[in-house]
């Protein structure tokens, strides 16, 4: 409540409460309840003289949803939330920029009443809460991709503010997960760039565009015209010739489209818009899992609260003490999410139920909302059950619309009033409980909408367990395209356009929360298993189901395998399986606990002893070379004779190598056993060979005639030969530099692209290792595996292997195991079998057998998931996919094991094999040959191990 006393021109004076009505004085103006059109008018004009000056302070009082503002020699003004609303039509019709600004600076929804997320600079200085009450800082990274090929990485830059990314790129992606604060880094950008706009006439004009909006437009141009007519009456053409609009894309993944090629085309089709428009600002924000089709634009990761933001934000709410309890829990993990730490304060603060889970978060949090207003005692309170059903019942109806749904007032209200409700009070009321909200566009009917689309996903959730309980059939939410005679075609695609995920219902998120709110959760995930095994798999996982339900879990494994296994599921559906396997926990690995340290045994595969013919024969290789691909290395052919081994059934996965990321391998000096290891650990090889490999290469093909076809001829994918374009525009200083960067700059405590979500599902083969760190990780296992069988059976620990077409277990090997990369032979027969293959499965080219280039999968794919890739012997992904290191040193052939080529120590190049997800099906061969410095690394080579048992008898 706020005391007002004020001077009017002719001396009269005004004293009292602001609570109610309008006044509009000389030195105050107040519009509460009750105002006119007229008086918007007046308040506009003068509102927009004084926040022209710059030097306007506004303070929020979020409980009496109040606006005040000052300046220095100006009126105060004191201003309701609706009337504040309100001026966004008055706005409009004025059809002046200045006045649309204005309006924009003081609604809600830009200035976000209930948050402070900035300072801004003299416009947004204080709120009636303590900072960050409802929103926490967006923590920002700006993602910049340097190199390519063994240099290729992806640096994260710290922003304080995304402006300093809007100042360097004219154009931007801004990614997070669901509430992470994108839309509202977008309002913050907006009200800076009003501000701006106002003190200078030749800054940009900001526009907020939601592409949940872009219906029956024929092109995005259509779409920005129509809103800069309707909220600034200006003419779009002219505006962005002059190149001053700031235009403030939200929400990608919430553009309607029809099919993956409907949504492709639209994504293009705003791609040449940032193109056609040259000058102007556009920032684009997407859900980073969603960010499927990209627009080749710089980007921005919203980043993950840390432990110190974490404990600050609680400590600014009054529940400092919660810290102690949450560390401790998995829920830490989940509330690093802004808008989940925000639910999570709120509850503590208000004495709600410690949360156990994303559902149950929401379910505490919800329950607060409603019972601060059971206690507001509103005169038509139809009860807290009534007001949750009516919210699920509109949830239920607007899910199937897609996200980011907006729906008329008056069809809302047609919704409600169909299940009986009393519409009108209902939609007071969810306002009032911040559970909806409304967007009102000038001249136009109001929009309804839940406040944030999660809260929509959690009452969706509760409408789809209605249904559930009714015993109604709600299949179709659930059943995904995963046969190859039913996935959508995704339509042609260019050479950087990843093959999508299957088409999802839009009923994803709402199934998982359920999982978490039902009483018979085995039975509900049992329903969704039958339909969509990777949707009962995120169940599990994300609702915590995974410890309480192992039988189910187990069962939800399997049909996960079984999809990932079988060729009539289609490849995007098994991608999604084996990825959905690798976050719910994939039984092919063992594990077992040596002195409290996680081990993942690697599935095996036994190459009985004998000879076998290794290289490829004088007219392989002609062919090869008429076609342009050289492959002199790998002649002659020639018989090699091998005791028997057992090798890695897979690459080794992201799962595996984590336990050794996460058992502190990096600082164990006993696993990095060689002078050149260690100085590798230590960051002593700046001046290593591949700088200077680079470089030679780089003064090599610039020279040529046509450096560019040799590439292509070899077989180098659009991407590489791209950027060897752009290298050979620079200077050679230049070129050195950003070789020299990529090489000093990873990091040297997990591989490179650790954190890089393409690269990073436990399933997938890991990446970015150099053979220094996959021959560490070998000494590792081998210790590990060691100290294990030391202890017997006790340890637990059972190895699968393939033997003789069969898959069998044995128990743990005993103490005299050793573990190590596998020689170039050893890996060439395990791949070729004795009569050497071309590929592992025969003599002929499958692409459905393997991830190669011309698939479009365009990152590693989940181990396992190309049936009839295997060896003669049983092992996988032998063909494509990634690279892998073996031990020896690039060397002519014939191979001679006894020459020196697999002296640990010795300094050279060192062979990788099998091509990758980035080559063409000429590279995956299994007799190609690879050379690479050990210090290499990139986002397409991994490795596998070789296991010798000794006298265990297995």
């Known amino acids: 409540m706020t005391t007002t006393t004020t001077n009017t021109q002719g001396g009269a004076y005004v004293g009292g409460d602001v609570t109610s009505g309008t006044f509009i004085g000389r030195d105050q103006v107040i519009v509460i309840n009750g105002y006119t059109g007229a008086d918007l008018e007046q308040t506009l004009t003068r509102l927009r003289a004084v926040l022209g000056q710059g030097q306007a302070d506004l303070c929020a009082d979020v409980a009496q949803a109040r606006l005040t503002v000052t300046a220095p020699d100006a009126p105060r003004f004191v201003l309701s939330a609706e009337a504040a609303e309100a001026l966004w039509a008055v706005a409009a019709r004025q059809a002046d920029v200045s006045a649309y600004l204005t309006a924009l600076l003081v609604n809600p929804r830009y200035g976000r009443w209930a948050t402070q997320f900035v300072p801004l600079a003299g416009t947004l200085t204080a709120f009636g809460r303590p900072p960050g009450w409802v929103d926490v800082t967006p923590e920002l990274r700006l993602l910049e991709m340097v190199g390519e090929g063994p240099g290729r990485q992806i640096r994260r830059i710290p922003l304080d503010d995304i402006t300093q990314a809007t100042a360097q790129y004219p154009a931007l992606v801004l990614l997070g997960e669901p509430g992470s604060g994108k839309t509202t880094t977008l309002y913050k950008l907006a009200l800076d760039a009003a501000q701006r706009r106002l003190a200078d006439e030749h800054a940009r004009l900001p526009l907020y565009c939601p592409l949940a909006e872009y219906r029956n437009y024929a092109t995005p141009y259509d779409f920005v015209a129509a809103r800069l007519r309707q909220f600034a009456g200006a003419d779009a053409a002219a505006w962005l010739r002059q190149g001053q ?35 102007n600002q556009f920032v684009f924000t997407c859900r980073s899992q969603d960010y499927s089709e990209p627009l080749g634009q710089h980007q921005v990761e919203i980043a993950r609260l840390d432990d110190a933001r974490v404990q600050d934000f609680l400590t600014k709410y009054a529940v400092g003490d919660a810290w102690e309890r949450l560390r401790s829990t998995p829920l830490l993990d989940l509330v690093r999410n802004p808008y989940y730490l925000m639910m999570l304060a709120y509850l503590l603060a208000r004495g709600g139920t410690w949360p156990q889970s994303r559902a149950t978060l929401f379910q505490g949090f919800v329950a607060v909302l409603l019972q601060r207003e059971e206690d507001k005692q509103h005169a038509d309170w139809p009860g807290k059950a009534a007001l949750h059903d009516a919210l699920a019942t509109l949830a239920g109806k607007m899910q199937p619309l897609g996200a980011g749904t907006r729906l008329p007032h008056s069809r809302v209200a047609a919704h409600l009033a169909e299940a009986g409700f ?129 039988a189910l879990v187990a069962r939800v494994q399997t049909a996960l395998l079984r999809d990932m296994g079988n060729p009539r599921v289609h490849l ?39 000879p076998f013919q290794m290289g490829s024969t004088v007219w392989q290789v002609l062919a090869l070379r008429l076609r342009g691909f050289p492959a002199g290395d790998e002649q002659p052919r020639h018989t090699v004779d091998l005791p028997a081994f057992y090798i890695g059934q897979y690459p080794v996965t992201n799962a595996e190598y984590a336990c050794f990321v996460k058992a502190g391998g990096y600082q164990e000096a006993r696993y990095w056993r060689t002078p050149a290891a260690q100085a590798w650990l230590r960051g002593a090889d700046q001046e290593s060979g591949p700088v200077k490999e680079a ?39 230049q070129v050195r530099e950003i070789v020299m960067q990529a090489y000093t700059e990873r990091p040297r405590d997990r591989p490179a692209f650790w954190e890089d979500t393409r690269y990073n599902n436990p399933t997938q083969p890991v990446v970015g290792v150099t053979w220094f760190e996959a021959a560490a990780y070998c000494e590792w296992l081998q210790e590990k595996m060691q100290e294990a069988g030391s202890k017997g059976q006790e340890a637990g620990g059972k190895v699968l292997v393939w033997r003789e077409g069969k898959l069998g277990s044995c128990v743990l090997p005993l103490a005299s195991c050793r573990v190590r990369l596998p020689s170039e032979a050893e890996w060439e027969k395990a791949a070729r079998g004795t009569r050497g293959r071309v590929y592992p499965w025969g003599r002929r ?110």
């Open 245 to 279: 609009v700031l235009l403030l894309c939200d929400a990608l993944n919430e553009m309607p489209f029809a099919h993956d090629r409907d949504y492709r085309e639209k994504v293009v089709a705003w791609r040449r818009f940032v193109d056609d428009w040259p000058g």
């Open 422 to 550: 009393p519409a009108e009070t209902m939609l007071r009321l969810g306002l009032a409980a911040t559970l909806l909200d409304v967007e009102r566009v000038p001249d136009a009917e109001e929009h309804v909408r839940f406040y944030h689309h999660q809260v929509q996903e959690y009452f969706a959730a509760h409408a789809l367990l209605a249904r559930f309980r009714r015993d109604e059939d709600v299949t179709a939410c659930w059943r995904q395209p995963r046969w190859r005679r039913e996935m959508p075609s995704p339509g042609a695609l260019g050479d950087y356009e990843p093959l999508p995920p299957p088409p999802q219902t839009g009923w994803e998120e709402p199934t998982v929360l359920a999982a978490g709110l039902t009483t018979d959760p085995a039975a509900f995930v049992e329903r969704v298993c039958a339909v969509n095994p990777a949707l009962a798999a995120r169940c599990l996982d994300e609702a915590g189901l995974r410890d309480a339900l192992p």
């Open 572 to 610: 995007r559906a098994r991608l999604a399986a084996g990825e959905a396997l690798g976050r719910l926990g994939d039984p092919r690995f063992p594990a077992v606990v040596v002195d409290g340290v996680k081990v993942l045994l690697p599935p095996l595969v036994y190459v009985p002893a004998g």
């Open 695 to 733: 470089m030679e290469v780089w003064r090599t093909l610039k020279a040529t005639a046509s450096p560019l076809e040799q590439l292509r001829r070899a077989g180098f994918s659009p991407r590489t030969i791209n950027l060897w374009t752009q290298l050979f525009e620079m200077e050679e200083e």
């Open 845 to 954: 080219w499958d692409g459905n057998r393997a991830n190669t280039w011309e698939g479009h999968v365009l990152r590693p794919s989940p181990v396992g998931v190309y049936p009839g890739d295997a060896t003669v012997w049983g092992g996988r992904d032998f063909s494509g996919n990634v690279w892998e290191w073996t031990r020896s040193l690039y060397r002519d052939y014939p191979y001679r094991p006894a020459d020196g080529r697999e002296a640990p120590d010795a300094e050279g190049y060192r062979v990788l094999r099998g091509g990758s997800w980035l080559q063409d099906k000429r590279v995956v061969r299994g007799g190609v040959r690879l050379r690479y410095f050990p210090v290499d690394f990139f986002y397409y080579g991994g490795f596998r191990v070789v296991l010798s048992l000794g006298d265990s008898g297995f």
